[in-house]
Nanobody, 128 residues
């Protein structure tokens, strides 16, 4: 049973940084694409970043608006994926969710969608 627990959110001023963590269990972590989505109030969930399962040849993919500011990484020994968020903007305010996908990389990136289930998420609030 796939379980993910997100943490690291909080309240930060614009320009600040946060590091989100996602601890995974119940599945072979190294076999899964890991990704972050976010959902702002009144909006649909939005893809943020993804990292491939192959650490020997890592691929990453980002939402255009976070490129250069956010970095996704994974530690397969700790079954954990991270999202380092720098230069945060008020538009980044949302609940951030971690997901684990068994889909092929090219298929996942082509659609960048996730139908659930969702974890509890972690709230990120950026004040102006």
């Amino acid at each position: 049973q796939v379980q993910v627990v997100e943490s690291g959110g909080g309240l930060v001023q614009a320009g600040g940084s946060l590091r989100l963590s996602c601890a995974a269990s119940g599945f072979t972590f190294s076999n899964y694409i890991m990704a972050w989505f976010r959902q702002a109030p009144g909006k649909e969930p939005e893809f943020v970043a993804a990292i491939s399962r192959n650490i020997q040849n890592i691929n990453t993919h980002y939402l255009d608006s976070v490129k250069g500011r956010f970095t996704i990484s994974r530690d397969n020994a700790k079954n954990t994926v991270y999202l380092q968020m720098n230069s945060l903007e008020p538009e980044d305010t949302a609940v951030y969710y971690c997901v684990a996908s068994a889909r092929p990389w090219t298929s996942f990136i082509a659609t960048k969608t996730w139908d659930g289930p969702w974890g509890q998420g972690t709230q990120v609030t950026v004040s102006s």
